[in-house]
C-alpha cells in the first residue's frame, strides 16, 4: 500500500511562513515527478509546484519568487517552503506523485495525498 501524507499546515498571519512536508509511504522504489496542487474554497484545484526526480522545478506564476519546491529522495520526502504568505494562498494543499514505482512490475500512477489546509489570516 502506498501513501502520501501531507503535514505543516495550519493558521499563518500575512507575511508569514509555514513550511509543508509530504512522506511517501510504503515500500517504494521511486517516486516521479512530484507537485504541490491547491483547492481554494469554491475554486478548482490549481498547480502551485512541481519538482522532477532530477530536480527540475516549476512553478506557478502567482508563487514565484515566494515559494520554494524541494525534496529529498532518500526520504521519499517532498517539502514546500511557503514565505510572504498572502490571504490569497488560503486553501487545502495537495501532494501528488505522478508515478510510484514499487518493483520492477508494480506502479501507482496519479497518488494523491489527503491534503492538509493553509489559512492566512490576522
Known amino acids: 500500500q502506498v501513501q502520501l501524507v501531507e503535514s505543516g499546515g495550519g493558521l499563518v498571519q500575512p507575511g508569514g511562513s509555514l513550511r509543508l512536508s509530504c512522506a511517501a509511504s510504503g515500500s517504494i522504489f521511486s517516486l516521479g515527478t512530484m507537485g504541490w496542487y491547491r483547492q481554494a474554497p469554491g475554486k478548482q484545484r490549481e498547480l502551485v509546484a512541481t519538482?522532477?526526480?532530477?530536480?527540475?522545478?516549476n512553478y506557478a506564476d502567482s508563487v514565484k519568487g515566494r515559494f520554494t519546491i524541494s525534496r529529498d529522495n532518500a526520504k521519499n520526502t517532498m517539502y514546500l517552503k511557503m514565505n510572504s504568505l498572502k490571504p490569497e494562498d488560503t486553501a487545502v494543499y495537495y501532494c501528488n506523485a505522478d508515478e510510484v514505482v514499487v518493483t520492477t512490475w508494480q506502479r501507482y500512477l496519479e497518488v494523491w495525498g489527503q491534503g492538509t489546509l493553509v489559512t492566512v489570516s490576522s
Open positions: 519538482i522532477t526526480a532530477g530536480g527540475s522545478t
